[in-house]
């Protein structure tokens, strides 16, 4: 069905960022503009996503062009849904960053960048066109890049080496892969394109084209040999961008997988096999390179890598029971993953350190703040009935239906590691006495208590909404196991969606 | 024509990767710069490299009859071009940035703070 209003979360944040640079000047203007511009983008991705949920596939043709010519957005339930929690994340991150991000970062056009990233991930799971989502995956990474270097440290800068060689790189193999299916196609839309290479005789060079594109959005969701850039770079910036790199920019490549295997190229044996491979890779290395850090941040980064591979797991086994359980985790990931940075920044505010040795007493000076970030840890550790739980079972129960057994074994792995972990966190950051040595050094003085109550609230108000998200994601797992039913049902019949653009 | 195109693009390709594999970031940055022009040149190459063929279907015709300049890749490269014209700009610019900062040319230097874990 056809509907002008599905760009409208591209659009909202467009004229947003654009208003913020004209009031370069004033921060405190870019700051209401940006809590405008998030919420009514959150309003309109909600109402857009029970419209898609209950309806039809919505498009958008660019310029009234049919199909195969213009550029389309398609608007299914998976890319709305993805909207939403962007924008969701985008709205607690930006309300935390009035808290935590220093005036000159605020005045070198810090909202004007998040507003054009978010754009950007919105564009990115609207379109329907490969080489329009080529142009967004652009605007959303050199967006990322001006926000790992704002501010200008040294760890920033050396962080965001490795950061923007990488990604160039992915976008060369993703860039290369479009050149070669225009090659053998003529096409750029994606409807036309999954029918056309349907028809194509040689098998070959389909079926190289995909590894590149699974070598291009894997660098940029960082799957096994291919995530170094993330836990190397990931604990440079300030918590507020961290937090938006953790939640969303990995998710945006998940999702371009998602897309073109379940659309352009259907899953075989070899490529389900090759999957599942990277995927318990990914899963252990990322455990065990968790497991060998005490800084709480790059715990975290290592942790992002770790969780990849239930998504490239449930993907890769590619039944409906584990694409519904992937798909869940995602809902669950990208608001877990925006607040354990958020959380990890309110502690560094409090105890002046990342560092688990240097971290204690937490629980003694704040006894409230230690519950929500007890709920939030062990929402992550996926602790029956918070959310991470309701997932992981599922794919449990995939893998050993499909009797994928080194897979199951790479999943429990993950998990405990994930829950030890978090009991770790919780023991030496909360509950042990913090060494009396750390609380008499000058710059690792608690700087929380000194905050005004309001300072306070903007800092801990966006958590507690995260976290209340979380935890209805986890009690109210009946609707989000309803959404993700029908995203998986559509993900397995790519005729829908080759309907809805071509009719 | 097309064969010498093909030969080029493989020579882009390879010398990016061989200077990705230095550890000297100029030679990184030059690299990718010489990889995405490999890019943009295979997309050329899909679009049918002919002589004084517009895509205009003729008076008597409803279909392209023979080989036409396909104009989609070449509109496809220019944007490609202008996007990377952005992003190396900006690797530029942090190239120049962390050598002030860390006075090092070198990929291995860029470790200082990972003495702790």
Redo the contacts between chains.
């Keep these: 069905m056809n509907n002008v209003y599905i760009v409208l979360p591209v659009i909202i944040h467009m004229i947003t960022a654009i208003l913020c640079l004209l009031s370069w000047y004033s921060v405190n203007i870019q700051k209401v503009l940006s809590v405008i511009g998030n919420t009514a983008g959150l309003i309109v991705s909600i109402f857009l996503l029970k419209e898609v949920y209950t309806g039809p596939i919505l498009t958008m043709q660019g310029g009234g062009w049919a199909a195969p010519f213009g550029i389309t957005f398609v608007a299914d339930t998976f890319s709305l849904l993805l909207v939403s929690l962007t924008c969701i994340s985008s709205l607690a991150i930006t309300l935390y960053s009035f808290g935590a991000v220093t005036r000159h970062r605020m005045k070198y056009g810090f909202f004007v960048i998040v507003h054009f990233l978010i754009m950007g991930l919105n564009g990115a799971f609207l379109t329907g066109d490969i080489f329009n989502m080529y142009v967004w995956f652009e605007i959303v990474i050199i967006a990322s890049f001006v926000l790992m270097t704002l501010g200008g440290e040294k760890p920033q800068m050396e962080g965001a080496i490795k950061y923007v060689a990488l990604n160039m790189l992915a976008s060369t193999f993703f860039l290369t892969a479009i050149g070669i299916l225009y090659g053998i196609t003529g096409s750029l839309n994606m409807a036309d394109l999954a029918q056309k290479l349907a028809a194509i005789e040689n098998r070959g060079i389909v079926n190289i084209t995909a590894l590149m594109f699974f070598v291009g959005f894997g660098i940029k969701s960082a799957v096994f040999p291919l995530y170094f850039w993330l836990p190397s770079s990931y604990h440079t910036p300030p918590s507020t961008i961290a937090a938006i790199f953790g939640g969303l920019l990995t998710k945006v490549g998940v999702y371009a997988l998602f897309r073109m295997f379940s659309l352009l190229f259907p899953m075989d044996n070899f490529m389900q096999n090759l999957m599942i491979i990277i995927a318990i890779l990914t899963m252990l290395t990322g455990a065990i390179g968790a497991w060998s850090k005490i800084n709480i941040r790059r715990m975290f980064s290592y942790l992002i890598v770790c969780h990849i591979g239930y998504f490239i797991a449930g993907l890769g086994m590619f039944t409906h029971a584990a694409l519904m359980a992937a798909i869940f985790y995602l809902i669950h990931d990208i608001i877990i993953k925006t607040n354990i940075f958020l959380m990890a920044g309110i502690m560094y505010k409090m105890k002046r350190s990342f560092n688990l040795e240097e971290l204690g007493s937490i629980h003694k000076n704040y006894p409230y703040f230690s519950i929500i970030a007890f709920l939030i840890l062990f929402s992550l550790a996926g602790l029956p009935p918070l959310s991470g739980f309701w997932s992981k079972i599922y794919l449990f129960g995939e893998a050993i239906s499909l009797e994928r057994y080194a897979l199951l074994f790479a999943l429990l792995f993950a998990s405990f590691v994930t829950l030890f972990l978090m009991a770790k966190i919780w023991a030496q950051a909360f509950w042990k006495q913090r060494p009396e040595k750390f609380d008499l050094l000058e710059d690792r003085k608690d700087k929380y208590k000194e905050l005004k109550w309001n300072k306070k609230l903007i800092l801990l108000g966006p958590v507690a909404f995260l976290l209340m998200i979380s935890l209805w994601i986890g009690f109210g797992a009946d609707l989000f196991f309803q959404i993700s039913d029908k995203i998986a049902t559509e993900l397995q019949n790519p005729e829908l969606y080759i309907k809805a653009v071509l009719k | 024509m097309e064969i010498y195109l093909i030969i080029l693009i493989g020579l882009f390709y390879a010398s990016g990767l061989f200077l ?1 594999f230095q550890r000297s ?1 100029v030679r ?2 030059i690299g ?1 710069i010489l ?2 022009n490999g ?1 943009n040149l ?2 050329f ?2 679009g049918d490299i002919v002589k004084g063929k517009p895509p205009i279907i003729g008076k008597d015709f409803s279909i392209f009859t023979e080989i036409y300049a ?1 104009p ?2 070449q509109s ?1 490269i220019l ?2 071009i202008v ?1 990377s014209f ?2 190396q700009s ?2 530029i610019i ?2 120049k ?2 050598y002030q ?2 006075g090092s040319d070198d ?1 291995d230097n ?5 003495d ?2």
């Design positions: 990705m970031m990184l940055l990718l990889m995405g890019t295979l997309i190459l899909m396909d989609v890749p496809l944007t490609a996007i952005g992003l900006f690797a942090l190239l940035k962390v900062i860390t990929l860029l470790n200082t703070h990972d702790e874990i």
